[in-house]
Nanobody
Framework: VQLQASGGGLVQAGGSLRLSCVASGRILNIKDMGWYRQGPGAERELVATITSGGSTRYLNSVSGRFTISRDNTKNMVYLQMNSLKPEDTGVYYC?????????????????WGKGTQVTVSS
């Protein structure tokens, strides 16, 4: 199983970006999906999560500006980021709780993508 994120880039403050992440491999079911980020010199923090049923949670500082969504038919999760600020700069990672079949046993594991760089200039 692999997660591949895309959509990062350089944008001016006030601009928008849309991140995408696709899960591929021998997937039985995907439960929670989410996005983390790690800014320069900072610890990794949870930005947003979405359950398989569509319930969402957000980091306070992005609430109202970012929207997480998913397409269960395509095993994809998205992060629409509007009104971007320089403090949103960082590497953004997608993550997912995925059930896989391994040796005839259903296992649930956390998977991470490699990250995509988001840079917001002032």
């Amino acid at each position: 199983v692999q997660l591949q994120a895309s959509g990062g880039g350089l944008v001016q403050a006030g601009g928008s970006l849309r991140l995408s992440c696709v899960a591929s491999g021998r997937i039985l079911n995907i439960k929670d999906m989410g996005w983390y980020r790690q800014g320069p010199g900072a610890e990794r923090e949870l930005v947003a999560t979405i359950t398989s049923g569509g319930s969402t949670r957000y980091l306070n500082s992005v609430s109202g500006r970012f929207t997480i969504s998913r397409d269960n038919t395509k095993n994809m999760v998205y992060l629409q980021m509007n009104s971007l600020k320089p403090e949103d700069t960082g590497v953004y990672y997608c993550t997912a709780d995925i059930q896989v079949l391994a040796s005839d046993i259903v296992r649930e594991m956390d998977y991470w993508g490699k990250g995509t760089q988001v840079t917001v200039s002032s």
